[in-house]
């Protein structure tokens, strides 16, 4: 730990034992209310004295909390007036004081006005989806209400509420117009004759736009009502947290578990994905593997009413929030649950039946490592093979590895094991695709980079007190020794950007993609809470707090913050011209640079052999029948993107769906029939555009002089 961190940890347990003593001798067992004081004191604290930014918890932060709570709740400024704004202006600069006091009476009043406004807007939009609207006005309605100012006062927040309810009934009658056009055609006939045969549970919706809307209001209300006072604070202290820093929050103990599940990709439960509709849980999908499909009852679209823990009386879940059902199916290892169910096959006459599972391991793999050999044909008629592997995230069970389970869960084990079946089958190169991964593990990025990489320096991570620290590959032994191109985009973010920054800098691959990654360059810690709470005797579910700890630095010394990876090569991509990455967040901390480590380079010629490659590229892409379908969807996303209001006119809306349609229709006609949408693909990587291409480049870069034989040189 370092000195700086050390001396914090200090200060804090000094604060704990001087501020939270005096409570804690009064009564051991705090009350609820007493609990979540001490956890807003911790939180404040550890944030103002630990983040990077080293900034104190003063006026000009407690303004920021204040607009941020409300930005948070009201996003679309529909709830909240200008008028409720002053009647809370007494809080805006005396927040700080308060939260270091543990005093959370402005996050909880606001909250009980926030979900007393949205029981109002239901209320409305009962009364007028009664009286009807009129479609054949020339009326608009704004979509991006960020900058738009709030509503003065409820007069203008009824206006509000009534152009958002005719533009989502709209949404839903220009669906179902779409669908009956469709089933003119024949083609949602065909669908609902195929789906018969299969057995299966999918069938039209023909409940009304407004019953849609009706059940999507009860479902929004019973999530928000429900909420409890943890959960309501850790909204607040979120907010106070992300003043600091955009990835900075505090989980509670339901986020914390959730939290874990992601980087373990498994939990204990049932093993189905649930979803609220008309007050009901539904069953979505069913993981497979898991305890529901291995006993088999369990179908998709089957609806739960009730649950019951083992040796207890079952639990009426209708009308519960989901974040709530998802807590009680949840529980230990071994134990048993019991699922009231009503059958989705046998319809709402069905009678309930129950269903005791035991808990057991459900594991997500659709979130790990997967990989595939694709075999290609090359011009002059040879076969050749490559190795691509996709990566959604760096995961880790952190809990696993510390308690020595030898099967525990991480990215770079299961990477590892794909390449293990690659080199047996001696693949001519290797493409990684980390398009959209998110993240995870800094460990995770540092051993996985590994693989790669005989030895050295991977990444530099720079403390608040501006010490450095250099984090080096593990191991002495690369993995895969041949060829390989990594595939990002703006959505490719922290470790991935690591890892992407890593093989840039030792030219150890070609980087394809967007003109840059992400730009999340910052080192987070997670500071459980409970273990602070021995300190004052105390013992209860506290969360934990996230924050940036540090930044890091490429091995060039450029940090990957804001600015994120530059590829070597620019592919066209939808994601290109999305408002994407950390640029765009409120609070991020800059770009900045510091010195460069020396490091091996494992392609000298790469930097010659670029402008070659990117020519070649250019020229493959501009005749390919799939770069015009992809550009067209670019120009039609790019018509769009921009656009703040929509017109509430029907057939104005209806004609300019028309448009768009036969811009897609046509796009359709470019494919090859397996590949159209209405065509099952069993791999959809091997239809993609940029796969595709990114398998050309890394042939062209095969081919350029000494390729192969540099880089297996330099292995050895």
Request: hydrophobic fraction near 35%.
């Amino acid at each position: 730990m370092k000195k700086s961190r050390l001396m914090n940890l200090l200060i804090l347990i000094f604060f704990l034992t001087v501020a939270v003593l005096p409570v804690v001798s009064q009564a051991k067992d705090l009350a609820e209310d007493e609990k979540l004081s001490l956890i807003t004191r911790l939180t404040a604290k550890i944030i103002s004295s630990n983040h990077y930014r080293q900034h104190p918890l003063n006026n000009q932060i407690s303004s920021q909390i204040f607009d941020e709570y409300f930005k948070f709740l009201d996003p679309a400024k529909m709830y909240f007036t200008q008028e409720d704004i002053k009647s809370f202006e007494k809080y805006r600069f005396y927040l700080d004081d308060l939260v270091q006091a543990g005093n959370n009476e402005f996050a909880f009043n606001v909250y009980d006005l926030y979900v007393k406004r949205l029981a109002m807007y239901r209320q409305y939009c009962e009364k007028k989806l009664a009286d009807g609207f009129d479609f054949t006005q020339d009326d608009s309605f704004v979509i991006d209400r960020a900058k738009v100012p709030r509503p003065a006062n409820m007069q203008e927040i009824h206006d509000v509420w009534n152009k958002k309810l005719k533009n989502d009934l709209l949404y839903f009658r220009l669906m179902k117009r779409s669908m009956a056009e469709d089933s003119k055609a024949g083609k949602e006939v065909k669908k609902e004759l195929k789906d018969a045969k299969k057995g299966s549970a999918a069938v039209l919706d023909n409940r009304s736009p407004e019953e849609k809307i009706k059940r999507r209001l009860r479902d929004i209300a019973n999530e928000v009502e429900q909420k409890d006072k943890n959960d309501i604070l850790a909204i607040f202290l979120t907010c106070m947290a992300q003043t600091y820093g955009p990835h900075s929050s505090y989980f509670s103990p339901r986020d914390e578990e959730d939290f874990n599940i992601h980087m373990k990709l498994s939990l204990f439960g049932i093993g189905a994905v649930l979803t609220s509709d008309d007050g009901y849980t539904k069953i979505v999908k069913i993981v497979p593997g898991g305890p529901a499909a291995k006993d088999g009852r369990l179908n998709e679209e089957d609806k739960i009413i009730a649950v019951a823990q083992e040796s207890s009386d079952p639990v009426d879940i209708i009308d519960m929030s989901l974040s709530n059902v998802v807590k009680i199916i949840r529980g230990p290892q071994s134990s048993k649950v019991t699922l009231t169910v009503l059958s989705g096959k046998k319809g709402a006459s069905t009678i309930p039946q129950n269903i005791t599972l035991v808990r057991d391991k459900v594991e997500l793999k659709s979130s790990e490592a997967s990989g595939f050999i694709k075999a290609v044909k090359h011009g002059d008629g040879t076969a050749g093979k490559v190795g691509i592997i996709t990566l959604p995230n760096f995961y880790m069970d952190f809990e696993g590895a510390q308690n020595g389970d030898a099967d525990y869960k991480s990215s770079t084990r299961d990477v590892k094991k794909i390449l293990d079946g690659f080199n047996k089958e001696n693949i001519d190169g290797l493409i990684v695709d980390l398009r959209s991964n998110g993240g995870g593990s800094l460990a995770e990025a540092i051993t996985l980079s590994g693989l790669f990489v005989e030895k050295g320096p991977i990444v530099q991570v720079r403390q608040s007190n501006r010490d450095v620290s250099v984090k080096y590959d593990p191991d002495q032994e690369i993995h895969y020794k041949g060829p390989m191109i990594v595939l990002v985009n703006k959505l490719t973010s922290s470790a991935a950007e690591i890892f992407a920054g890593a093989m840039k800098d030792y030219k150890r691959a070609v980087i394809i993609g967007d003109s840059r990654t992400y730009g999340k360059g910052t080192v987070l810690d997670v500071v459980a809470l409970k273990r602070l709470l021995n300190y004052v005797n105390q013992d209860f579910p506290a969360g934990s707090i996230k924050y940036e700890s540090a930044v890091f630095y490429r091995v060039n010394g450029s940090s990957t913050q804001q600015l994120g990876v530059t590829p070597d090569i620019i592919f066209p991509s939808i994601t290109e011209y999305m408002k994407a990455g950390e640029l765009f967040n409120d609070n991020h901390l800059p770009w900045d640079a510091i010195k460069e480590l020396p490091h091996d380079i494992y392609d000298k010629n790469m930097e010659k052999d670029l402008p070659e490659l990117k020519k070649n590229s250019a020229v493959r892409v501009k005749n390919d029948v799939k770069y015009k379908l992809l550009k067209e969807n670019i120009d039609l996303f790019n018509k769009y993107k921009d656009r703040t209001t929509v017109s509430l006119n029907e057939e104005k809306r209806w004609t300019e769906y028309l448009k768009e349609k036969k811009v897609f229709d046509e796009q359709e006609k470019l494919l090859p029939q397996e590949e159209r949408s209405d065509s099952k693909k069993d791999k959809p990587e091997e239809t993609d555009f940029l796969i595709d291409e990114s398998i050309n480049i890394l042939y062209d870069y095969i081919k350029s002089s000494g390729k192969v034989i540099a880089v297996a040189q330099r292995a050895a």
